[in-house]
């Protein structure tokens, strides 16, 4: 018996640190809920202990109005008009996250953001939110973002015991889909091995305008020579989708 597993993990989007001033906010996730029809992002604060920002404030643009957010499931914020229409957000500590939950699916663009530290010092620059219009795309995960396979028993075929689902939103057709995969494996396995056994297998889909959702599933295929690559040990295979318009 061969004990270990493979565990898939899914990212969509790099998390990507802007900074302002001492301080640095990431949009660390984006996620669509399909069975509340609610997006969730979630950003996180981060700055020196000893120079901690008084609150930031994230540009909303004129589609979003208030009844479109849920307040109730979100970190408090206030409207403000000034230094241009959004959120604010006060900040009370060095590592702050910020929950944003908006009735609907969004597409997230580049708006205006802002952090303030004191009355003198406030930092202008932007950040990945809620996007209102022009063309745009993004992909999220719907379900199986971790995903196992059953212990080798030998060789064989072994498929995952759950698929994947993704959600590709985009304002046009003809978008382009691809993943590029990463491997952690034991000292002494063969990452040649590793990468010829794992199969992924996307299943046929239309890339066209709108919401497209993406079924993906997985299979360990080994033959009796790949044990000698794969000693008994944690294999991890992180997967980065990524979806882009064709240009």
């Given at each position: 018996m061969l004990g270990w597993a493979i565990l898939l993990l899914l990212s969509t989007f790099p998390?990507?640190?802007e900074s302002f001033g001492s301080a640095s906010i990431t949009l660390q996730s984006r996620r669509y809920y399909s069975q509340w029809d609610l997006t969730r992002l979630v950003y996180r604060v981060n700055s020196s202990?000893?120079?901690?920002p008084d609150f930031w404030t994230l540009g909303m643009g004129d589609c979003i109005a208030a009844d479109q957010i849920d307040g109730y499931s979100s970190t408090e914020f206030t409207w403000v008009d000034q230094p241009f229409r959004g959120l604010r957000f006060e900040n009370d500590s060095r590592n702050n996250f910020v929950y944003l939950w908006l009735n609907g699916q969004w597409d997230v663009g580049s708006v205006p953001a802002s952090v303030a530290f004191d009355s003198e010092r406030m930092f202008h620059g932007t950040l990945d939110g809620p996007l209102c219009e022009g063309s745009s795309i993004s992909v999220g995960i719907?379900?199986?973002?971790?995903?196992?396979f059953p212990q080798l028993l030998g060789a064989g075929s072994f498929p995952?015991?759950?698929?994947?689902?993704?959600?590709?939103s985009s304002t046009?057709?003809?978008?382009?889909?691809?993943?590029?995969?990463t491997f952690?494996?034991?000292?002494n396995a063969q990452q040649s091995v590793v990468e010829r056994i794992f199969q992924i297998v996307v299943e046929p889909?239309?890339?066209r305008e709108g919401t497209t959702e993406l079924s993906i599933s997985y299979q360990l295929k080994v033959s009796d020579q790949d044990f000698v690559g794969l000693p008994?040990?944690?294999?991890?295979?992180?997967i980065m989708y990524t979806v882009m318009a064709d240009d």
């Open positions: 998390a990507v640190a202990k000893n120079d901690v719907l379900s199986g973002a971790s995903v196992e995952a015991a759950t698929m994947t689902r993704l959600s590709v046009s057709s003809g978008w382009l889909f691809g993943y590029s995969p952690s494996i034991p000292e889909h239309d890339s008994q040990g944690s294999y991890v295979i992180g």
